[in-house]
Antibody
């Protein structure tokens, strides 16, 4: 079935880096735009970054610009989020999602938790 | 940047009732790029409505969306217990934005 599975979360100190992965299955990954969305504890949803189906173009929220990099490996059906210079404000559950019709997010992973703490 | 405002922040209703949730955009976004999501505690969001009024695959017909321009609504015609959750509207344009959410509670 159509599925997204995130991994790579954990506890990290402020200023350090972390790389999240999202493994896709059940659909033709290379034909879909993909996004990362996060949710801080007790808060709402925040879009983080998007990438085109072929990796040709990316877009970032202001909170992620200059620190985070979204990428994909279509040969491995995997999406990535490289997060550098992490701060406590980056503590959240990070979801990857597929963009479907009109770029709505029609498939979501279960999320991976990132905790930035000293 | 398009800002989406959802109101009210919390709603209290009983099973079987009809409820309408509201979402207002800071500028005209037409109809094509407004979505609604449901999120149960501890779970990932689920797409309910895209393009303002189109139900996603597998979504029951008690959920309906409407609106255009700056004002949008999500209506649940007869609340069932599994509908008590958080709901988010989203502008799904190039740089997506979410509303802050409405929590639907059991009265």
């Amino acid at each position: 079935q159509v599925q997204l599975v995130e991994s790579g979360g954990g506890v990290v100190q402020p200023g350090r880096s972390l790389r999240l992965s999202c493994s896709a299955s059940g659909f033709i990954f290379k034909t879909y735009d993909m996004v990362w969305v996060r949710q801080a504890p007790g808060k709402g949803l925040e879009w983080v970054a998007s990438t085109r189906f072929d990796g040709s173009d990316d877009d970032y929220a202001d909170s992620a610009k200059g620190r985070f990099t979204i990428s994909r490996d279509n040969s491995r059906n995997t999406l990535f989020l490289q997060m550098n210079t992490l701060t406590v404000e980056d503590t959240a559950v990070y979801y990857c999602a597929r963009e479907g019709v009109f770029h709505s997010m029609d498939v979501w992973g279960q999320g991976t938790t990132v905790i930035v703490s000293s | 940047e398009i800002v989406l405002t959802q109101f009210p922040g919390t709603l209290s209703f009983s099973p079987g009732e009809r409820v309408t949730l509201s979402c207002r955009a800071s500028q005209n976004i037409g109809t094509s790029y407004l979505a609604w999501y449901q999120q149960q505690p501890g779970q990932a969001p689920r797409l309910l409505i895209f393009g303002a009024s189109n139900r996603a695959t597998g979504i029951p017909d008690r959920f309906s969306g409407s609106g255009s321009g700056t004002d949008f609504t999500l209506t649940i015609s007869r609340l069932e217990r599994e509908d008590f959750a958080a709901y988010y509207c989203q502008h799904h344009g190039r740089s997506p934005t979410f509303g802050q959410g409405t929590k639907l509670e059991i009265k």
